[in-house]
């Protein structure tokens, strides 16, 4: 099974757009930069394994620590991280928001797709002399392990600029007519000019200029489906450029501070695991072993649904991908017992937000690294939100479903309950493994999926030997694709969120947040509108790189448990993210259940309310999230 990205899965709905003869050349020299660029990627992945397994053995089990190791991952990951996005480039995987472009004739639809190609050129071709300079700088650096200038790490910015220049220009050129193409250039060259004129009329601003940029040239960039990464690339770097003196050398060294963090390298191997998990057939021995325990009740297997993400849930790096390994096992059943398609997705994507804080989440660790919040901590209090949330789930399941007819449907016995429970027993333990590897210091949140990797080789290999060879090159490509799209936000967003800061922004809005009336109550009611709007939008690791260094010291200034208000905004962002008509996680359910959008959007409105239930439980009880710790 292909496991799409959220960017993807949400292309898949769009409609069928005025389509080119291709321009055999063109295609020819597509395929060899796919090709120079992607072997390296997925050999990136699969040597960062070997390192961070590698340290985790000599540290544990033979007690004599690589010293090297973190350091050679390190320079490693920035590499991965830009091939990463030249792949997901290339493949048009680059996140971005298509609910506004995808209502638009196919006409304009298509001359949107390529200004917003167009406007990722223009940052990349103004970027790419900053980032050799800032390479070169860094030269006077020297790495403390390895003893290596640090031009090595940082020349992967120039050299993934480049590469992403060149694949820019042909996917283009692929895309439109060259009628068509050049328009696009010539509107954003346009824009340029009309900024470098306007300069000195903007620098007296001084914080209109982040409406300017920041509100209205992000929001309209993002609306109008420029990838994400590269609208805030853009309007930061023309927000420096403009209004301030501020070197541009600041927007890569920026990024690159961003990518570096090597917390972050958890990114490319949980999604690996995930797919991993999926190949291997355990997801699917863990729904079987569900199914059998509560297929004979009403709304059996919605609640099967329900546990089996909260099982999958976080592993994989990507909501689609959790997903896409779920419900292929169940929907055809659901189906034959009557279940509406519109409820199923419906359903499919209300439990892709519940679990937003099942560990290892992604949007946890990120906020682990933005923040400085304990990884241990956010895991370990990540568990029992998702509970309360799946308990108002299955409520409304269990009121939608109290007149099931199960009259043609069997129970299964004692005995196919244990095998099926025996069959599921390797894939039940990973998560437990995962959890208590990071938890018991065995291995940090970054090397612990190492650990989840090796096991589910070994498990797919020894145990349900279920382990395809030929697919393993492609999982390490996709890997290499999706997590550079998300690193390069990462890397996008600090750098915005270092203009915000530097401009007095952060300053004026803490103040601005500790002065609302109300105090607790207030600001986590502001802060849950906050970051459902900002899901919707922006998606949850953004807005976290934005906003999180912003809003958790105020948060713990008016009495806020650190890990408490990160249950809150996480869950918040999950309820934006799965939200129609702008969430892109319920696009993503709606194209891996092969759904159209319009049958889900009355269904879910039950679930959404039911899930802002659980959240404001989770809100109002802060034992629920820190309980535990």
């Known amino acids: 099974m292909n496991i799409p990205s959220e960017t993807t899965a949400v292309a898949e709905l769009g409609a069928e757009t005025e389509r080119r003869v291709p321009i055999p ?58 091939l990463g996005s030249v792949v997901a480039l290339r493949r048009g995987e680059h996140m971005r928001m298509t609910a506004l472009v995808g209502m638009l004739r196919p006409r304009a639809r298509a001359l949107l797709d390529l200004v917003a190609i167009a ?12 980032a050799f300079v800032f390479a070169e700088e860094e030269s006077w650096v020297i790495t403390p392990a390895l003893g290596i200038v640090n031009t090595w790490r940082a020349a992967a910015l120039p050299v993934g600029f480049v590469l992403m220049i060149v694949v820019g220009f042909i996917q283009l050129f692929r895309v439109g ?20 004129l306007l300069s000195p009329m903007l620098m007296p601003l001084e914080n209109v200029n982040l409406l300017i940029f920041f509100f209205f040239g992000v929001g309209t960039m993002v609306l109008l489906g420029v990838p994400i990464a590269f609208s805030f690339a853009l309007a930061t770097f023309a927000y420096l450029a403009v209004t301030t003196h501020t070197p541009t050398l600041v927007v890569a060294g920026r990024m690159d501070e961003g990518m570096s963090h090597l917390i972050l390298l958890a990114v490319p191997l949980f999604v690996l695991l995930g797919l991993l998990i999926e190949m291997t057939g355990m997801a699917r021995a863990m729904v079987g072993f569900l199914a059998s325990l509560l297929g004979h009740v009403r709304g059996g297997l919605s609640y099967v649904l329900i546990g089996a993400m909260y099982l999958v849930s976080g592993i994989s790096g990507s909501k689609a991908a959790d997903m896409a390994a779920v419900a292929p096992a169940l929907f055809p059943e659901m189906r034959k017992r009557g279940a509406k398609p519109g409820d199923l997705v419906a359903l499919l994507a209300a439990t892709g937000a519940q679990t937003e804080t099942i560990p290892p989440s992604l949007v946890l660790i990120t906020i682990g690294s933005v923040t400085g919040v304990s990884i241990a901590a956010l895991f370990t209090g990540g568990l029992l939100p998702a509970v309360v949330l799946g308990l108002t789930l299955a409520a409304l399941v269990w009121w939608r479903y109290r007149h099931e007819d199960l009259s043609g449907v069997r129970r299964a016995s004692g005995r196919e309950i244990g095998r099926a429970f025996l069959i599921a ?5 990973l998560p437990f493994i995962i959890r208590a590897a990071v938890i018991e210091g065995i291995a940090t949140a970054t090397e612990v999926s190492t650990i989840g990797i090796a096991y589910t080789v070994l498990a797919g290999l020894l145990v349900y030997r279920q382990f395809d060879w030929k697919r393993v090159y492609p999982m390490l490509v996709d890997t290499a694709a999706l997590s550079g799209s998300i690193l390069l936000i990462i890397g996008a967003a600090t750098g915005m969120a270092w203009a915000l800061t530097q401009s007095g922004f952060s300053q004026d809005l803490a103040n601005a947040m500790k002065a609302m009336p109300g105090g607790v109550p207030v600001f986590l009611a502001v802060s849950i509108v906050a970051f459902i709007v900002l899901g919707s939008v922006l998606e949850g690791i953004p807005a976290i790189v934005l906003f999180g260094p912003l809003l958790f010291p105020i948060a713990k200034a008016v009495g806020v448990h650190e890990v408490h208000y990160a249950m809150v905004v996480c869950l918040a962002m999950g309820l934006g993210l799965f ?20 049958e889900g959007m009355r269904p879910i409105v039950g679930y959404m309310i039911a899930l802002l239930v659980g959240l404001i439980i989770v809100a109002a009880f802060p034992w629920i999230s820190i309980g535990f710790l």
Do not use: K, Q
Not at 56 to 69: K, T
Not at 177 to 196: E, N, P, S
């Open 425 to 429: 027993i390797p894939a039940l333990a």
């Open 119 to 130: 406007a990722t050129l223009t940052f990349l071709v103004l970027v790419v002399g900053p």
């Open 177 to 196: 007519t060259t009628r068509d193409a050049l328009l696009a250039l010539g509107i954003m060259v346009a824009l340029v000019v009309v900024c470098a």
């Open 25 to 82: 050349w063109l295609e020819r020299l597509n395929d060899v930069v796919g090709r120079i660029v992607e072997f390296p990627a997925a050999i990136l992945v699969l040597v960062e394994v070997v390192v961070l397994l590698a340290g985790v053995f000599w540290r544990y089990a033979l007690h004599h620590p690589l010293i090297w190791s973190d350091e050679l991952a390190s320079i490693l990951f920035v590499w991965l991280a830009m």
């Open 579 to 598: 939200a129609p008509p702008f969430g892109v996680g319920y696009y993503a359910a709606c194209a891996i259940s092969r759904i159209h959008p319009d």
